[in-house]
Structure formats: C-alpha cells, structure tokens
C-alpha cells in the first residue's frame, strides 16, 4: 500500500481516500450535477493566509505586523486570543500539504508574509523568513499542487505602518520592492501571484471602520489609502513583469452584490447602495482595468492622485481573484461624512455562524457583472466558503451545511458560465479552522477541523471532509469523520417540533437547521403544508426533514405520533432526539368549543396534548434534551402585556378541560387563552422538578415569544388591527405601554437559541423571554410558582389524558 510506504498510518491512510474531495467529485467527469458541467481544465484548491495559519510570530527575525500590536490591544479580538501558534503551519506546512493532497485538491493560494521577509518592510531581506516560502513552495510542486501567492493578505509591517502606511505614497514603493526580492527568490518555480488580498477591506474595515487593523476610524482616509493600495499594486505588477514575464499575476477583491435596504423602491437607499458600489469595487477594478476612477469616487481620491499615477496603476491583470461571501446592504444616512452606513440583512434570510448571509445567487451575479462590465476577462473563485455553527456538539462535526453551501455556490459558477464568465479555478476558504481576525477563533471556516482554541493542532481532533461515493461514483455524501479510526457517521440531533410549518415554529425550524445543524421532525395538523415545509427546509439546508400527523388538540392523535415518532428511532429514520418544542398553539379566539375527547379545544390543544406527548416521549430523550414550552406572556398580571389580556383563571385542569359544561357561564376566550399559557409555564416547572428529582439533566424551560402579529393572540385579531401591530407606529406605542415586542423572524431565533444554545442548557426551570430578539431569562406570574398548584396541574392533566401505566415515563413519576 502506497501509504504504508510513506510510513503513513492507517487513519492517514483513510484520510487520503476519502478526504474532502470536493474536487474529486465535482471532477469525477459526468457524475454530479456540479461535475457535469465542469470542463476537465477546472482546478480545484483551498487557501489560507499567513498571520491566520502560520503561528511562529517571533521566530527566525520575524518582524511585527500591524496585526500583532492590534490584536494585543484590549477589546479588538472577540475572543481576546492572539495567533502566536494557530495552525502552526510555519512548522507543520508539510502536513498541510499532505492534507491539500489527500484532499486531491490541486492549487493552494497561501500568502507570504511580509514582515517576515522584510522585519521592517525594507531593507535586508530575511534570508531566513524568505526559506520558509522556499521550502512551502517545493513541498507543495512535489505533491503536484501549484501553488498561488498571496503578497500582501493584510500584515502589513508595524515599521511601515509607523511611518505613514497606507496613508503614505511610499509603501507602494515598499511593496514593489518586496515583490521584487520575492519573484527573483521564488519565480523560478511560483508562476501564480495575487497582489493583495482584498484591497478594499483593508481599505474599509482597517481605516475607516476600524474592527480590522491598523484600527483607525477615518473616512478621509478612504481617498489616499485606496489611491496609494492601488498604486502599490500597480507598481508590484511593473516591477515584477520586469523581472520575468512567465508570471500569472491577479488581484483578489471581495465582490459583492450591493443592494439597498428594504429593496428598490427605497430611491435613498438606492443610491447610497450605487455610491458603496463606486467605492467598495469600482475604485479598485477600474483603475486596474479601464484606467480611470468612477465617478463617485473620483471626488474623494482626486488629492491623492498625482500626475501618472493612473497610467501606472492601469496594468491590467492576468486574471481578476472573486472572494465573495454574501452581499451587502445599505442606507442611506446623512449624519456620517459618507452619507451612508450599513443596512440590515433583510430579515429571515439564512446566515452562517459568521453571521453572513448565505445567498449564492450574489456570486453568479458578481462573476456575470465582471464578465459583461470588465471585457471578459479570466475569472477565478479565490475565496468561498462558510463558518460552522459554533459549538462542541455533534452538530457541529457534521458537515451537511457545509455540504449544502458549496454546492449552492458552485452551482451558481456553472451558471455564470453558462453566460459566458471564464471562471478557471474554485479555492474553497479555508484548508484548516484558523483564526479568523477580529473573531479569533471563534469562527470555524476549515474544511480540515482543529480544536483552535487550543492554540495547538490536535491530531485526535482533526476531522475532514469525507467523499462518500457510490457505485456509480456520484457523490452521495460529504461528511466529515474523525480523522482517527476511519470515517465514521457523525450523528445529528434531532429536534421535534410541534407546529414547526409555520410562524415562529417555522422560522425556529430554519435556524434549528441552519445555525445549529439539527435535523428535523415537523408535526402538525395538516400533512400537506408540513410536507411542502419539510421539502423547503431539505432542500434549503441539505437536513434530514420527516413529518408526522399530529393534532394536539386530540389525545388519540397525540398517542400516534408519539408511537410513529419512537418507531422513527427504533429504525434509524430519526436519531439522537435532542430537543422537543411545544409550539402548536390553539387560538385566541372564536367560540367555545370542544376537542374529539370532549375537552374544551383551547385548552386541549395548548396544554393536554403537549403534556401527553412529553409523557410518552421523555424517556426517549438524549441526556442534553431540551423541552421547550412556547407560553406567551398573556397570563401574567404584572406585565403589560398581561394587564392587556386580563385576568387569568384558576390553572384548574379539570375546570379548565370542562369550561362552559354543566351550563356554567364559560370563560371568555381570552380568558381561556391566557390561563393555558399560565398552565404550560406551569407544566414547564413542574416537569423541572420532576426530572431533577430522577436525577436527570433534560432541560425543561417556558419560552415567550412576545407579542408577534402572525401568530398566537393577535393572529386572531382582525386584519387591520393585525396590519397596525406590525407598524413602526403602533411598535411605538407598544414598547411605550412595556408590551414585549416580538417578530416571526427573531422570535423564532430566540427559540431555536433557547432549545439549543449552551448557554441556555442551565436554564431548566425558568421562563426566558424575547424581547426584540434579546433573550432574557425573567419571573412570570406569581401563580406560576406555585407548586401546590403545579403539582395538582400535574396529576390532573394525568387523569384527563387517561395515562396508562405503562406509557408513564419514568422521568417524570
Ligand atoms: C476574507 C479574508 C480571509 C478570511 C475570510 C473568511 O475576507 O480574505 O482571510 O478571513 O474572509
């Protein structure tokens, strides 16, 4: 065996076969969708750049970089951490290179790190420094990787930095110096240079935003730092073209969509989105390419330009490096120099763990716009790729969102070929989780995992992406395995959600599946509108979705889902059940009525059938299950929103199931509504006790969404007064009045935040509610805490739902 050959082990071995080949199955001629319509002359890679990988900050005369002093700077850094080791590639580069080939990936964009070839960013060279990219260079030709350079990803030398930097003409001469005494070290065998990685989010984020390095906050500096990073570049490309002309020089920017918020039709915003565009990629690309700055931005970078500056920045480029992510939003807004800041992502919109959007269509878009507004130029994808959820779950292990968003993404390439785009190369971001920035290690983009927070690479915590194939050798399946004993199957948790085809359920379902990676069970009422849910969530998140029929307003239909649902685990269909959301609700409204077992519907709905499917589910949970009770705030007299509905009534399980009988006066329906939602919170406690009292860890907790026009009791309402809760008016006056304000989209964060989150795993016992989308853990009503009645609560909804000793859980004796 050819790894045994190289001494490798047996877990390297399966490594090697099954690694991350995204290019293996998108090369594998004619197979997936993808591959179809990938010629054979496409190249596949990953990337990575030096101060995020390298570690060995002060070793072999490494000098400083602006990011080393930023990032020891209190408060910069998320995670407070600084990359003295990270990946330690500096020393472990021949194991990044083993993994870039069993991967069978077959190009690596790194970057080089100027202060380590230049300590002060002139003068000597570091002969030592200069070796390291020597040695990179020849592992990587040996394995047949070619190899593509970055020459400045953002490390700009402390010493230049302190003698004007980007503000300063004269680090352009700098950097055509050091790409100089790169190509004549390197050019005989590195054929595939990038000038500077995303020019203009050093520009924005380093000198005018501020949450990058250098750290200054100036939007003067817009004009001379672009000018003088464009004229950098232009000059490197002079000098280097001089050196040798076999060179494949390009430039990588961040591309993006940039739109308006709240779309279109918003004229101000629509303007300030042109304005941004102008800025963010038309004065980087047009100088490069057509020699001249666009308009809008011609007036903020006029002093900077000087008499030839723009004949020496219009060199043209080899080929023109996409990173693209997500797009942008923005607004305008008259009380900053620029008259415009960032919007918001439109909301319900799907993120990663970064928080970015994930929309592919915004790449087919930028590829298709370089290709018509840029003269058809070579096109490569130096940059894409997406954060895991964060966490230490199986979730997080399991690599289906990953999966999903790369294919998303390179179908969007194939599109824009099919218009014409000469897109010739995918790199994936990143080869390995790395620090990632202002994030630190906080942000997980590797296609190799490693336990980052460690500092270390932790060979037992090195996970890769597994091709699975089948016989016909499409590609089934990426996951990711635990490096050591072989590919194994990483298992999701499962999330049962009651109502999950709609309103807050629907939107918790989407972030249960797009952030915390869990797989799902959607169960209610009406099998056509769950299924056409469950299709969009599957084909939306790459996620196990099944369904089940479930009316919780009816105890014979609660019993068989509940045996439908254990049979689901018994054959594999569901596994690891984590998490149970009662969110099916009953309405706040309309006219009294009773269920098919003759109980009163409202309360039959909102609280037997729910407490009867914890009954016979529990003793099925995980060790870390959740059970989450939707229970808005509406019974609880001390709040506004209380004060709103009224009074509530006795939490009387049998009076409550009998309202309205024995020619008794019923209650009024929001009466009803209220005193079911005191009644779960109820259910929530005493469920709480009981499971500590078995010594199990399940969490049990109420939820309040606040007040969401959609759903629950305004839902009910007619439309106008549904229409005039979601104004910005009647928004007002709610917050003024101390009404919780809710919305589908982060209210359903909240939730899923709630029923996954770590940080809420402590919070058994308690009611936590949203309130604009922050979460805050707060005392409901006094009765609520009232165990004698909770315990009564208990023992009577036992009755009413006739539990049978057998299906009793344990648990909750
Ligand atoms: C890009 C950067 C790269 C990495 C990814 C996630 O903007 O070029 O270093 O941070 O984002």
Redesign the pocket.
């Known amino acids: 065996m050819a790894n045994d050959k190289n001494g490798w082990t047996r877990r390297q071995f399966v490594l090697s076969l099954g690694a991350a080949a995204i290019a293996a199955g998108c090369e594998s001629k004619r197979r997936t969708s993808e591959a179809r319509r990938f010629p054979n002359t496409f190249r596949w890679g990953c990337?990575?750049?030096a101060f995020?990988v390298e570690g060995a900050l002060d070793v072999d005369g490494r000098g400083e970089s602006i990011w080393d002093i930023f990032a020891k700077q209190n408060g910069r850094i998320k995670d407070g951490s600084i990359p003295s080791k990270t990946c330690n590639s500096y020393y472990r580069y021949r194991e990044d290179v083993a993994l870039i080939s069993a991967a069978n990936l077959n190009s690596y964009k790194f970057s080089i790190s100027w202060p380590r070839v230049f300590p002060t960013g002139s003068g000597p060279l570091n002969e030592r420094g200069m070796d390291y990219y020597d040695r990179l260079t020849d592992a990587l030709l040996q394995r047949h990787i070619t190899p593509y350079a970055t020459l400045f990803?953002?490390d700009l030398p402390q010493r230049l930095y302190e003698s004007g930097g980007w503000m300063s003409r004269d680090t352009g001469e700098r950097f055509a110096d050091y790409a100089v005494a790169v190509t004549r070290r390197l050019g005989d065998r590195l054929k595939n240079f990038i000038t500077i990685?995303?020019a203009n989010?050093h520009m924005l984020l380093g000198h005018v935003v501020g949450n990058h390095a250098p750290g200054l906050h100036d939007a003067k500096l817009i004009g001379p730092v672009t000018h003088h990073l464009n004229l950098a570049q232009g000059r490197a490309i002079q000098a280097m073209r001089a050196q040798r002309s076999d060179l494949m020089i390009g430039v990588?920017l961040?591309l993006s969509p940039d739109r308006p918020e709240g779309g279109r039709i918003h004229l101000l915003n629509d303007i300030a989105a042109l304005a941004f565009d102008e800025i963010w990629s038309g004065a980087f690309l047009d100088p490069l390419l057509k020699g001249k700055y666009p308009l809008a931005a011609e007036q903020m970078l006029a002093d900077a330009v000087k008499a030839g500056d723009m004949s020496t920045i219009h060199q043209g480029c080899d080929f023109i490096g996409v990173?693209y992510?997500s797009p942008f939003y923005l607004k305008a807004d008259f009380s900053g120099p620029t008259f415009l800041s960032p919007g918001e992502t439109p909301a319900g919109v799907t993120q990663d763990a970064?928080g970015r959007e994930i929309d592919p269509s915004g790449l087919q878009e930028v590829l298709d716009r370089l290709t018509k507004d840029y003269g058809n130029p070579r096109l490569i994808v130096t940059?894409n790729?997406c954060?895991d959820p964060l966490g230490d779950h199986a979730a997080i292990i399991n690599d289906e969102f990953r999966i999903h968003y790369l294919s998303a993404h390179l179908r969007a390439v194939t599109q824009a070929m099919d218009n014409g785009s000469r897109v010739e190369r995918f790199f994936v971001?990143?080869l390995l989780d790395n620090w990632?920035?202002d994030s630190g290690f906080t942000?997980k983009?590797g296609l190799v995992a490693q336990n980052v927070n460690a500092g270390e690479r932790n060979p037992e915590e090195i996970l890769c992406l597994v091709c699975r194939y089948r016989r016909n050798r499409t590609v089934t399946r990426l996951t990711v395995a635990p490096r050591k004993g072989g590919p194994k199957e990483v298992i999701m948790p499962t999330a049962l959600i009651t109502g999950g085809h709609a309103g807050i359920g629907f939107e918790c379902a989407k972030q249960l599946a797009s952030r915390s990676r869990y797989n799902l069970v959607l169960a209610g009422r009406s099998m056509e509108r769950i299924e056409a849910a469950a299709q969009q969530l599957r084909t939306d998140y790459g996620i196990r979705v099944s369904t089940l029929k479930l009316d919780t307003s009816s105890l014979s239909s609660v019993r068989d889902a509940a045996t439908k649902f254990r049979a689901m685990l018994d054959s594999g269909e569901v596994d690891s059940f984590e998490a149970l959301l009662c969110n099916a609700g009953g309405y706040f409204g309309g006219p009294l009525s009773y269920s098919k077992d003759s109980y009163e519907t409202t309360f039959a709905t909102n609280c037997l059938g729910h407490f009867l499917l914890i009954e016979l589910l529990t003793e099925r949970m995980g060790d870390n299950g959740r059970i989450v009770f939707t229970a808005s705030g509406t019974h609880d007299p001390d709040t506004a929103d209380g004060k709103m509905v009224g009074i509530v009534a006795e939490p009387d399980a049998i009076a409550l199931a009998n309202d309205g009988r024995d020619g008794k006066k019923p209650l009024s329906a929001g009466k009803r509504y209220s005193t079911s939602k005191l009644c779960t919170i109820l259910y929530a406690y005493e469920l709480h006790r009981r499971l500590r009292r078995a010594g199990s860890s399940i969490a049990s907790i109420a939820f309040d969404p606040g007040a969401v026009p959609e759903t629950g009791l305004l839902r009910t309402m007619p439309k106008p007064v549904q229409w005039l809760a979601k104004t910005r008016f009647m928004k007002w006056i709610m917050k003024r009045v101390g009404v919780t304000q809710g919305s589908v989209s982060f209210s359903g964060a909240s939730f899923a935040q709630v029923a996954t989150d770590p940080t809420y795993r402590n919070g058994s016992g308690k009611y936590f509610q949203s309130n604009n989308g922050a979460l805050s853990d707060r005392r409901s009503s006094r009765l609520s805490y009232d165990e004698q009645r909770a315990l009564k609560l208990w023992n009577d909804s036992k009755t009413l739902v006739r539990l049978q000793p057998n299906e009793e859980s344990v648990q909750l004796r």
């Open positions: 990337g990575s750049s995020q990803h953002w990685n995303e989010v990588a961040a990173n992510y970064s940059e790729g954060s971001w990143s990632e920035w942000s983009f």
